[in-house]
């Protein structure tokens, strides 16, 4: 979430400010969330010291005042926003938006209200009813029968077609003659006695766990499809080099472009700096993966070199969809 900071007088106007700003940025541009202070906090050399800046009060990023949910469609979204956005409070007149909300978090609203009030709405919906009252009243005038079908275990065709999603980032990789642009990208530094082999051990489960970090993509006439590969022939890297020369290979590393029609869609490098000290570096493609997915693998990971360090099985259990039956579905 982007946070502002500001120093205002009597007149601090933050419904202004931040309409004042949406005229001249783009709407991922002006933060929703918003901290009061007396004075920016600095370094020495004058400059602002972003580590001095506090944290934001989650319970009071409203600029509205409180009015309790009135009838139970609004008590039910009132609970998914709370849930969502990580506030203990939401009132009826409040606006997703400004409480921290972004298309991301749009996304997964979307799904918890289908899934709780069985009510099929688009992204846009969230947009153009941003307000919890308004989007209340555009959920009780919809019709519940508009729900889509669950997704399940789909049957798998020759030729499994792409997600929209999968089709627009493959015409883009085609038409630009690769896409770095869409890498995403992490690297943590390690220290200590760091097991390599269940690092390795632990990433080969996640590749072998989620199809879609193995899936490639071929062509037939001009019309993709996506083919899953055997987990098998995935690997870590393991590099030895000095700490000096560390930047270069990095960059190098994370920079390189995917062959979405032989890459696996996760590599991951460990550089060894001597002394116990590493960096590890990892790059998933985003037609694989997103922020939402990240947070699922994170937690997987540690769960999974967790297990392996204290000698047992892994705890995960089995997954019982792929990307493939959403892309099908």
């Known amino acids: 979430r982007l946070v502002g900071y500001v120093v205002g007088g009597e007149g601090y106007d933050k419904a ?18 918003w901290v009061k202070l007396a004075e920016m906090p600095l ?88 307000v ?10 919809s019709s519940s029968g508009s729900l889509l079908p669950s997704i399940t275990v789909q049957e798998r065709a020759e030729r499994i077609p792409l997600s929209f999603s999968q089709e627009r980032l493959w015409f883009l990789d085609q038409l630009e003659g690769g896409s770095s642009q869409y890498h995403i990208p992490f690297a943590l530094r390690l220290e200590g006695d760091v097991s390599i082999d269940i690092l390795r ?10 199809e879609v970090l193995r899936t490639i993509i071929r062509s037939v006439s001009g019309i993709g499809y996506q083919e899953v590969q055997p987990s098998d022939n995935w690997d870590m890297e393991v590099v030895e080099l000095t700490a000096a020369s560390l930047a270069e290979h990095l960059s190098g590393f994370i920079d390189r472009p995917f062959d979405l ?6 590599r991951v490098r460990l550089y060894d700096l001597g002394g116990q000290q590493y960096v590890l570096s990892g790059v998933f493609h985003h037609i694989s993966s997103d922020g939402w997915s990240n947070g699922i693998l994170i937690q997987e990971f540690l769960s999974l070199y967790s297990s392996y360090s204290k000698g047992e099985e892994s705890s995960l259990a089995a997954l019982p969809l792929q990307y493939i039956d959403y892309s099908i579905w």
């Open 16 to 33: 202004a400010m931040q309409q004042e700003l949406s005229t001249r940025l783009p709407d991922y541009m002006v933060p929703g969330i």
């Open 261 to 266: 029609s032989k890459d696996y869609m996760l």
């Open 132 to 141: 919890l009252s308004d989007l209340s009243a555009h959920i009780q005038g």
């Open 43 to 130: 370094t020495r050399n004058g400059k602002i010291d972003k580590k001095g800046l506090p944290a934001p009060d989650m319970s009071v990023v409203s600029t509205q005042e409180y009015v309790a949910p009135r009838n139970t469609t609004e008590e039910a979204l009132a609970t998914i926003w709370q849930e969502l956005l990580g506030i203990e409070q939401v009132g009826v007149f409040d606006n997703f938006f400004e409480l921290g909300g972004h298309s991301l978090l749009a996304t997964r609203l979307v799904s918890q209200i289908r899934k709780e009030l069985e009510v099929e709405l688009a992204i846009k919906d969230v947009f153009v009813h941003s």
């Open 201 to 210: 051990n632990s990433f080969k489960d996640i590749v072998s766990r989620h």
